[in-house]
């Protein structure tokens, strides 16, 4: 059986999380403290980057949440979560790397103010301004369909929807996105979704720790 080793507040993890399920797989979940804290020895045999999410089958350990997605598409690919077309296969690519490489470190930004650090006034803006730019592009690529690649989800919907999901609490509005919203609302529906969607009282449990993560980021 898969063994599956995550944080329910992690969205590197959530995503993995939610492709497990999307797939139907059976996997064993074992709960991990931020950055492999509280499994001392044990964990860093099995991820020496001291990182979630990993997953182990049958002995081999991956990590990395991009690597564990391409895995599970390929060891376990029905159902599909990556389509075939090379039209498609490049605009998920495309949206799966923006979401990782743009949009991802401009919300680590934002978060710093909501943890109780300060932030400075151009790097929040520019942050913002990364996102609205993401979320611009995003948005015309939704014209086509009910999800990024067509009338399914893929794993460019669940990289990019476990990030966009958290940006109203920074103050993000999608009154202007009529596509990212229906798109949200449709995700917000999936029993994948609700199943992972992170309780509040464990997202206010875990700031002191997400606090701590930040400013060892920003020094």
């Known amino acids: 059986m898969l063994t599956f ?7 590197n993890a959530r995503r993995v999380w939610v492709a497990l399920l999307e797939k139907k797989l059976q996997f064993q979940p074992i709960l991990v403290n931020f950055e492999g804290d509280g ?12 990182r979630i999410p990993v997953l182990v089958d ?4 991956v990590f990395e949440s991009l690597a564990i997605l391409d895995y599970l598409e390929a060891k376990y690919p029905t159902p599909a979560l990556m389509p ?13 790397m923006i979401a990782v490489n743009e949009l991802q470190p401009a919300t680590l930004i934002l978060m710093q103010p909501l943890v109780g650090l300060e932030i400075d006034s151009q790097k929040e803006k520019a942050a913002r301004e990364r996102i609205d730019l993401t979320l611009q592009f995003y948005e015309s690529l939704l014209d086509r369909g009910s999800y990024f690649t067509g009338s399914e989800i893929s794993l460019a919907d669940i990289v990019a929807g476990t990030l966009v999901g958290s940006l109203s609490f920074m103050g993000f509005s999608f009154d202007a996105y009529p596509n990212l919203m229906a798109w949200t609302e449709r995700l917000a529906a999936r029993e994948s979704w ?6 509040p009282g ?12 930040l400013e060892r980021r920003a020094r």
């Open 5 to 11: 080793y995550y944080n329910p507040i992690s969205t």
């Open 39 to 50: 499994l001392g020895d044990e964990f860093l045999e099995i991820n020496p980057f001291k």
């Open 58 to 61: 049958n002995g081999l350990r």
């Open 84 to 96: 075939i077309a090379p039209e498609e296969v490049a605009i998920s690519r495309m949206v799966q």
């Open 194 to 199: 609700q199943q992972t969607t992170p309780d």
């Open 202 to 213: 464990m997202v206010e449990a875990a700031l002191p720790t997400i606090k701590k993560i």
